[in-house]
């Protein structure tokens, strides 16, 4: 199981930080995704992380964003800074176990999700 929390409200240019906790499972032992979406669109690719901790990021977060695993809390955090509105967005985390590099971004190929966390930035 998969547990997102830490969204909220934040102004432009604000930071943020959610987390993604897992239970009854290692994250070391997945590849764990942050996904976004807005009313009306598919999932959105932002960031993830493999087992051996490289990272990868969508062109529109690198260098803002940045995915970080913890495996004593066995949390996946994303910690997001000069955010701006467009990236409001309900986040999600996902985890999968035999995900190919090439698939990362691929929503549709990891198995399990938590729950999303709301991410407002304010204009």
């Known amino acids: 199981q998969l547990q997102a929390s830490g969204g909220g409200l934040v102004q432009t240019g604000g930071s943020l930080r959610v987390s993604c906790a897992a239970s009854?499972?290692?994250?070391?032992?997945?590849?764990v995704g942050w996904f976004r979406q807005t009313s009306g669109n598919a999932r959105e690719f932002v960031a993830g992380?493999?087992?051996?901790?490289?990272?990868y990021y969508a062109a529109s977060v690198k260098g803002r964003f940045t995915i970080s695993r913890d495996n004593h809390k066995n949390t996946v955090d994303l910690q997001m800074n000069s955010l701006t509105p467009e990236d409001t967005a309900v986040y999600y985390c996902?985890?999968?176990?035999?995900?190919?590099?090439?698939?990362?971004?691929?929503?549709?190929?990891?198995?399990?999700w938590g729950q999303g966390t709301q991410v407002t930035v304010s204009s």
């Open positions: 992380i493999k087992k051996t901790g490289h990272t």
């Open positions: 009854g499972r290692m994250v070391r032992d997945y590849v």
């Open positions: 996902a985890a999968d176990s035999r995900i190919i590099q090439s698939s990362i971004p691929r929503a549709d190929q990891y198995d399990f």
